[in-house]
């Protein structure tokens, strides 16, 4: 109660105390989110929109981060929802306290499951059958695993049998673990270290996963300036103002998807019912939501939608999202119609029957693009997977988008071709859209797939690149537009729009784009894109 009250009366006050100049916000930061890349990625978003530094001057532990937040050495300090934090702010280290991120807990048994839970998505339930087939458990006796416990168990009126049960009083999950696979027992862990592997888990396999009811929120809190006149509190408060922005909880829904499974690497707090929009065409008295990437990042969406709206007296609003957040929005009836290149993904949603008349309506290239000197000779491969081999067998840093967009599923498949799972210091994930990653590739002088049409457009910004690699048919990036199966009817205006895709005129406006302003178009048609379906 202590702990909701905290976050009903506390906010921040970013906008009333603004920053006349740049600040480094110092931040003492959980292990996981470090180690995972995301804690870079989501600075760098903040750094970008707002010209301030962010630095991790701790990391680790919840006892390893608390210490230098309580000497003065940082400005901002995030970790799981616990006793921990909330004493800093009860003792005057910390103020405004609020949840901007969550986690999940997985259930990890012996593979051989005795209590039959595999593929269950109800926690309680796997718990109830874990307990009635008299299987072992093991309990983390950390508050966050135990509070969690302890709430599945209040669900159904359940408890833990002593003669069954074992508790591990350890800060450190991978004893749990250790006990569990000794015990051929059930237990409580973390989704991340228990999934990316580095946590030794011999015998054991995942079990239940996905239930809200396993996720635990994260905290962000910031010095308490009474204690610390010094402390860059405006700056740090602005940061975790961020973190709880709608833009900001949307790309949290969307990253890390494909780097262990499909699933975000965290949660988001909450999802905004509204959606903020890229791009506004026309005036009518009725809105069409269009949600894709480049196309409408390079204004090949701005000039067919102009047309449409002025035949349909329309609206046209533009969703700026990859193809994976893309058909998200349309499966959450928060888009009407998605712009993508992700097959596999459309004829799922297709398949599952909550998206309808999928529509080719044209195509792209992707070029690998890299250092003017290619030091490990990607011109030279035959192929695209020989060329991604060339780069991973040199280490030479390799960005990828890692965003569930369309290019990087088409990146991953690619590895995945070339017999190599990417990780390691050269290969970094940038968490953001296709021209971003690109501007950063010439600043970092690194290896990139990017798709030609951003290419032709950036290309004099991006001086230190040069195309390396193209031409494999595996690179071919084929467009279609789906709508959402309750806009699919003949006078719905998503089927209205798909359609119109595919007349005569937009096919010649996506034919000709780029010409003018480029020397080159950027798109191909429908036509032609067929030949690689």
């Not at 969690?148 to 049998?161: A, I």
């Not at 269009?290 to 609003?317: C, D, H, R, Y």
Request: hydrophobic letters at 40%; glycine letters at 10%; charged letters at 25%.
């Amino acid at each position: 109660m202590f702990l909701a009250g905290l976050f009903a009366t506390t906010t921040f006050a970013a906008e009333d105390a603004p920053v006349s100049q740049s600040q480094t916000v110092r931040c003492a930061v959980i292990g996981g989110m470090v180690e995972t890349g995301f804690w870079k990625a989501v600075c760098q978003r903040f750094e970008k929109a707002t010209g301030h530094k962010v630095e991790v001057v701790a990391s680790g532990p919840k006892r390893v981060i608390a210490l230098p937040f309580q000497e003065g050495k940082a400005d901002l300090i995030t970790m799981h929802a616990s006793d921990t934090i909330i004493n800093l702010v009860a003792d005057g280290y910390a103020v405004n306290p609020q949840p901007w991120l969550k986690n999940d807990l997985v259930i990890v048994g012996p593979k051989a499951d005795p209590a039959r839970i595999r593929g269950m998505t109800d926690a309680a339930d796997a718990m109830n059958k874990i307990l009635v087939s008299g299987s072992p458990f093991v309990v983390h006796s950390s508050v966050g695993a135990g509070q969690v416990l302890g709430d599945l168990l209040e669900t159904k009126g359940l408890g833990l049998r002593p003669d069954r049960t074992t508790f591990v009083f350890s800060f450190q999950s991978r004893d749990v673990l250790k006990k569990a696979a000794e015990k051929q027992a059930y237990t409580l862990v973390g989704r991340i270290p228990f999934l990316n592997g580095k946590m030794p888990n011999p015998g054991l396999a995942l079990m239940v996963q996905g239930d809200p009811q396993l996720r635990r929120p994260y905290i962000v809190a910031v010095a308490d300036r009474r204690r610390f006149p010094t402390a860059h509190a405006e700056a740090a408060a602005r940061l975790a103002e961020f973190l709880r922005f709608e833009e900001t909880q949307e790309w949290i829904a969307s990253y890390g998807r494909g780097q262990l499974d499909d699933k975000p690497l965290f949660f988001p707090v909450t999802l905004p019912d509204r959606v903020s929009y890229d791009g506004t065409y026309g005036c009518g008295p009725k809105a069409l939501v269009v949600a894709t990437g480049s196309p409408g990042e390079l204004g090949l969406l701005q000039v067919i939608a102009e047309k449409f709206t002025k035949a349909e007296n329309v609206t046209v609003l533009w969703k700026k999202a990859g193809s994976g957040r893309s058909l998200e929005l349309l499966h959450d009836g928060k888009a009407d119609v998605a712009m993508v290149h992700a097959p596999e993904a459309e004829n799922k949603a297709v398949a599952e029957g909550w998206a309808a008349r999928r529509t080719l309506i044209g195509s792209n290239e992707f070029f690998l693009v890299g250092p003017a000197n290619d030091p490990v000779g990607v011109r030279s491969a035959k192929n695209a997977p020989e060329a991604y081999r060339k780069i991973a067998a040199a280490g030479s840093r390799f960005l990828s988008r890692g965003d569930n967009s369309g290019t990087h599923k088409k990146e991953l498949a690619i590895w995945k071709k070339a017999g190599i799972v990417p990780g390691g210091s050269w290969y970094v994930t940038t968490g953001d859209f296709m021209a971003a990653t690109l501007r950063r590739a010439n600043a970092e002088k690194a290896y990139f797939m990017t798709d030609s049409s951003t290419w032709v457009v950036l290309r004099d910004e991006v001086p230190n690149l040069g195309v390396l690699f193209r031409g494999d048919p595996l690179l071919v990036n084929v467009y279609h537009a789906l709508c959402r199966k309750g806009a699919s009817s003949p006078d719905a205006l998503g089927a209205k729009f798909v359609e119109f895709l595919t007349e005569p005129e937009s096919q010649q406006i996506l034919r000709d784009f780029g010409k003018e302003l480029f020397g080159e178009r950027l798109y191909r048609d429908a036509g032609y894109a067929k030949k690689f379906e």
